[in-house]
């Protein structure tokens, strides 16, 4: 056993980063944090820094960094600014149930409550989008909050954990002691018996069992299980944006998401179904539409590490709290194989009946993205910003294996994407990363591709420009009158030379027949590329349920034309 070492309150953070098998880190210096950064140069042979370009793209490239690994990723800043810089990143990852450690660094105990310069009460502003939030004034403490925090980051149902240490902690010297990171078990305490036995039941009972899977599925790493069932009950399955992955996009059972922007065969099967087992997901209100009529014909069994989430949303049946996997494992002991012919014939019909469409006759983000999984044959981690590029990359590109799709769900983040891909591509250098992001979301964080150039890895940035904010324009064209206020972006900033002014390359495409020879080219070069795809300002994401709608009033564009025929 190791005997006690005397160490600066910097240096006890940087070796419990090390007890818990941090390699990595995202931040951006400044003077509070500065004794950490400090000891951060003694370690650089241990832990790798990565600088970002702005304290947002560090908190995404941590969420990112730990959505494509499973790790918990860290994000470093200092006081004030630099911590509210981190916010938004935290707020996403809190919302999507990612495990992110965030350390700021404050102004010295005796200066704390006094506005002083660059002071603020970040683990007061963060509390309600934090699992928990920690200040630390003695240095003694300062080892077990940063062991405890990761703990809490991982266990249960993931989440952000805030630590923030004034400086004269990070300057103090303290005996520390090396200690093994606490085991992460998985929650099964409040798996019951009586609640498996009914899930069995129901299971059993139904003609037309449906499956929703949701980020759950992946977080507990219950693909493996969710397949099993889906094949032994004959069940079709449908997922939402968090849930990409957790079961196969090529599997002949798989329906497409569930949704605001799901399939029709998702939205109309759901609605039919007379039980819905849905796995690890949160029933958001872009999932369910009008709440009082979603799955109105079924009962409703839900599975979920999470007590709180169960009847906050729909009133559901009947549930099994408790990690996924396990809850899984226990109802396939007593699930026995069964056959729905008529049922899942009637699904393959839909989804013959109503297959996703986009026009073919112009360069659209589906094109792109149907491209780009036929030339990676699906072998990539695709992260998105948010809007209509992002539904498209839902629908459009395949996921097949956990962890490869990467997207702010629950809290809708604009800019996210670029980071979280910085992040990806760090945690998993093998892998093909691209960022797919809308003109308007890009601009919000592109001085994130000066770090991607500095990273020297190859990071794909597809930009789909249809100069204008698309997602809003849609809902403005559709329940606004076309009234488009604000929305277009009609200046001249020019991403091509934009992306080369920070050391990446660029290429335009406004044509069809320039994709492939662009992303062939994206794909074998070995630093940032950013692809500046043109598309018209128009185009629409379909299917699509208004909001506050039935999920079973979903719509497309077949649907608008007969409607105006018919008017």
Known sequence: MENPRELTGAEIIVECLKEQGVDTVFGYPGGAILNVYDALYKYQDEITHILTSHEQGASHAADGYARATGKVGVCLATSGPGATNLVTGIATAYMDS?????????????????????????????????????IVKDITRLADTIRRAFYIAKSGRPGPVLVDVTKDVTGGICEYMPHRPATINRETSEIRKEDIDQAVALIGKSQKPYIFVGGGGIISGASEEIKELAHRIDAPVCDSLMGKGAFPGEDPLYTGMLGMHGTKTSDLGVSQCDLLIVLGARFSDRVTGKT????????????????????????????VVGDLKVALQRILEGVKPQKHPEWIAHIEDMKQKYPLRYDKSQLTGPFILEKLYELTGGDAIISTDVGQHQMWAAQYFKYNEPRTFLTSGGLGTMGYGLGAAIGAKTGMPKKTVVN??????????????????????????????????????????LFYGKRYSHTILNDA????????????????????????????EALAYQGTIVLDCWIDQDLSVFPMV?????????????????NEQSV
């Open 98 to 134: 990612v495990p992110v450690v965030a350390i700021t660094c404050n102004v010295g105990t005796a200066l704390l409550g006094k506005d002083s310069f660059q002071e603020v009460d970040i683990a007061g502003i963060v509390m309600p989008i934090t699992k928990h939030s920690f």
């Open 493 to 520: 900033v020019d991403f091509v030379k934009v992306a080369e002014a920070m050391g990446a390359k660029g290429i335009r495409v406004t044509k069809p027949e320039e994709v492939e020879p662009a992303l062939r």
């Open 436 to 477: 797919i992001a809308g003109d308007g979301c890009f601009r919000m964080n592109m001085n994130e591709i000066a770090t991607a150039v500095r990273t020297g890895r190859q990071i794909i940035q597809i930009v789909m420009n249809n100069h204008v904010l698309g997602m809003v324009r849609q809902w403005q064209t």
């Open 292 to 319: 009082s009529t979603f799955a109105r014909n079924a009962k409703i069994l839900q599975l979920d590490v999470d007590a709180a989430e169960i009847n906050k949303n729909v009133v559901v049946d009947a549930f």
């Open 546 to 562: 208004p909001a506050g709608e039935s999920i079973d009033d979903v719509f497309d564009e077949e649907d608008m034309k007969k």
